[in-house]
């Protein structure tokens, strides 16, 4: 019940910008879909709510145990969630550095997308160097992050607060992984219309899923390991936020090869895969030493 009610509400909501052929590509003139968009990023908590609430019938504390808001702003969570934002970073960063080490990106600011939309929408040359605008973009990054933390919590309440313990006691060693595939297939309505990639068909479907199934898995030890749902939150927080930088640094690209979510981002996640699973393993071997 709970994935059909997410996924028909995004099915909902963006169903209309389909039928119109709206693009996501187009920043200035789809505002009603991105508006759609940022809504449909609340329809997993939207679901998880309404799930808890009338079929499982929980109330005030337990319907914060039940969504994963009953040990939200922790010490542990904290810790936890600086972790989060600062390897969000370094998979955004990283996907960066790998494309422009395989020479599918260029750092040229003056030729950047975020430029030439200053240039559309004023008529004349930014007053400042590209370059020097984007890393006074860093000033506002506490802003950004809290702003977008709103809308990232409104899936995270979703997948890995309700959707993720459920699945734990289903299927513990498939759990981390399915839940990102879901979470991956949800987005299909989004990149129809060209969402990440600009591939408006089952391709762009299947490299969301993948995406999301390896980047699921990192969110989701975040979620089992600080027993928070704050860091997952600012894990996908950031990976939005840092994600923006790349259209005041670059001239445009391929984001199919380039991107924390395309190909390169995938080589990243697999990196942080094998190191986690590495150290969890050697924890483990540590623990049962001690023991």
């Not at 936890?80 to 990283?94: E, N």
């Not at 089992?224 to 704050?230: G, I, P, Y």
Request: net charge positive.
């Amino acid at each position: 019940m709970f994935i059909a009610l997410a996924y028909g509400g995004a099915w909902a909501l963006l169903t209309p910008a389909l039928l119109s052929s709206a693009d996501l590509t187009d920043s200035v003139g789809s505002p009603g879909t991105y508006l759609a968009t940022v809504a449909m990023m609340f329809t997993p908590a939207a679901s998880a709510l309404l799930v808890a609430v009338v079929l499982e019938r929980h109330r005030g504390r337990s319907l914060l145990r039940g969504v994963g808001l009953d040990a939200f702003f922790t010490r542990r969570g904290w810790r936890f969630g600086v972790w989060a934002t600062a390897a969000s970073a370094a998979l955004v960063v990283g996907s960066w550095a790998l494309g422009l080490s395989f020479g599918w990106l260029e750092l040229d600011p003056e030729r950047s997308p975020l430029k030439t939309l200053m240039v559309q929408l004023t008529g004349e040359d930014p007053p400042l160097p590209m370059a020097a605008l984007a890393a006074l973009q860093l000033v506002n990054l506490p802003i950004g992050l809290a702003v977008t933390s709103i809308a990232a919590a409104g899936e995270e309440v979703g997948w890995r607060g309700w959707l993720l313990p459920r699945l734990v006691e289903l299927a513990p060693r498939w759990a981390l992984p399915l839940s990102g595939l879901i979470w991956g297939v949800w987005h299909t309505p989004a990149i129809l219309l060209g969402l990440n990639y600009d591939q408006r068909d089952l391709l762009g479907v299947c490299m969301m899923a993948v995406a999301c199934t390896g980047v699921g898995v990192l969110i989701g030890w975040l979620r089992l390991r600080s027993r928070s749902l704050l860091p997952c939150v600012l894990a996908h927080a950031g990976l939005n936020v840092f994600t923006t930088y790349q259209s005041a640094l670059f001239p445009p690209f391929d984001p199919r090869l380039v991107g924390p979510l395309s190909l390169t981002g995938w080589i990243v996640i697999a990196a942080m895969l094998v190191w986690l699973g590495v150290a969890s393993r050697r924890q483990r071997s540590a623990f049962g030493q001690r023991a």
